[in-house]
């Protein structure tokens, strides 16, 4: 399977393909006697299973230790799931922090009468005011 289809097939770009290959977060496919990539499913279980990894938000780092667990039959899972935990934890603290950003949206925006006036309360808010 070209590059193309390994593409289509995964949902990631070619572009990302080429990059996860040259970071060594995936091992380059075969090549074909013409030069071109030859993908075979495992190339394509890989991909699937970063970019999924990546749909979680997981970064490159991380992705590639839960890959290197993953080929490692012998693993514990408690690695696997330390992780799993701490993107928990990262995600959490972003919600807090969306939360906390949108209440404060909101109180600037019910502050704001929203009229022909020049007065703004958003836009104090926003200078520090």
């Not at 289509?8 to 970071?23: D, F, L, N, P, V």
């Not at 394509?44 to 290197?68: N, T």
């Not at 959490?92 to 704001?112: D, H, I, P, V």
Request: glycine residues 10%.
């Amino acid at each position: 399977m070209n590059i193309g289809d390994a593409s289509k097939a995964t949902g990631i770009s070619q572009r990302m393909i080429r990059h996860y290959e040259a970071i060594g977060l995936i091992a380059p496919p075969l090549r074909r006697e013409s030069g071109y990539r030859d993908y075979a499913e495992r190339d394509l279980h890989d991909l699937s299973f970063v970019a999924q990894a990546r749909a979680l938000g997981f970064g490159i780092e991380d992705i590639g230790r839960l890959l290197a667990l993953w080929r490692d039959r012998e693993r514990p899972s408690s690695e696997v799931k330390a992780l799993a935990l701490a993107r928990i934890a990262e995600l959490r603290a972003k919600e807090q922090a969306l939360r906390e950003m949108r209440e404060t949206l909101e109180g600037l925006a019910a502050s704001c009468q929203g009229d022909e006036r020049p007065d703004c309360p958003i836009l104090a808010g926003l200078d520090g005011g």
